[in-house]
């Protein structure tokens, strides 16, 4: 069965950096775009990043612009959120997810899902 495994998370303080790191299973990786999306205690689900099945194309919420960077290699199966510049406000639950058909921020046209990785930003 398909499979999305995130890991990388952590607790880091104000100004650093993490890279979360997502493997794939189960499911014709290349074939697939992959997002990342962030959920906070009390708050929504929401849009962090995508790239495009063939990785030549990514997306970014405003509010990691600049700041996070999202990447895949297909060798590995695997797909990465670079985050630089943290900020407290980054503080959530990262999830990756797998959408066959569909590039974007929307989360209900994602098929699969992974099972989050805790990400902390202290000041």
């Known amino acids: 069965q398909v499979q999305l495994v995130e890991s990388g998370g952590g607790s880091v303080q104000a100004g650093g950096s993490l890279r979360l790191s997502c493997a794939a299973s189960?499911?014709?990786?290349?074939?697939?775009?992959m997002g990342w999306f962030r959920q906070a205690p009390g708050k929504e689900r929401e849009f962090v990043a995508a790239v495009n099945w063939r990785g030549d194309s990514t997306f970014y919420a405003d509010s990691v612009k600049g700041r996070f960077t999202i990447s895949r290699d297909d060798a590995k199966n695997t797909v990465y959120l670079q985050m630089n510049s943290l900020k407290p406000e980054d503080t959530a639950v990262y999830y990756c997810?797998?959408?066959?058909?569909?590039?974007?921020?929307?989360?209900?046209?994602?098929?699969?899902w992974g099972q989050g990785t805790q990400v902390t930003v202290s000041s």
């Open positions: 189960g499911l014709p990786f290349s074939s697939y775009a």
């Open positions: 997810a797998a959408s066959r058909g569909y590039f974007g921020g929307n989360s209900r046209r994602y098929d699969y």
